[in-house]
């Protein structure tokens, strides 16, 4: 699956940025969707994943209650909702795609990944 991010932006803190993630191929459903982020000189961290049928939505501790994760199958799309934001969420954002699912995703569970989109939440 070939996946495609976008909806980055400039934003003020306490603003709202919706994410999405599209993907190609006509068997979506059956993967499940994360989304991570890359901060400038940190590690890519994991921020909320949703499973093939959205019943279960884990979020980082550090996005949970501001952030939400749904996906649109019938649109091969996955959004990240994003409210409440800070200047410690600016980072690349990427969408990634996997075809196992477990309770506690991390990237190594992730085949395909998606370009990565900028969000920069200025003070």
């Known amino acids: 699956v070939q996946l495609q991010a976008s909806g980055g932006g400039l934003v003020q803190a306490g603003g709202s940025l919706r994410l999405s993630c599209a993907a190609s191929?006509?068997?979506?459903?059956?993967?499940?969707v994360g989304w991570f982020r890359q901060a400038s000189g940190n590690e890519r961290e994991f921020v909320a994943a949703i499973s093939r049928g959205s019943s279960s939505t884990p979020y980082s501790d550090s996005v949970k209650g501001r952030f939400t994760i749904s996906r649109d199958n019938a649109k091969n799309t996955v959004y990240l909702q994003m409210n409440g934001l800070k200047p410690e969420d600016t980072a690349v954002y990427y969408c990634?795609?996997?075809?196992?699912?477990?309770?506690?995703?991390?990237?190594?569970?992730?085949?395909?990944w998606g370009q990565g989109t900028q969000v920069t939440v200025s003070s």
């Open positions: 191929g006509r068997t979506f459903s059956s993967y499940v």
């Open positions: 990634a795609a996997s075809s196992v699912w477990y309770s506690r995703m991390t990237e190594n569970d992730f085949g395909s």
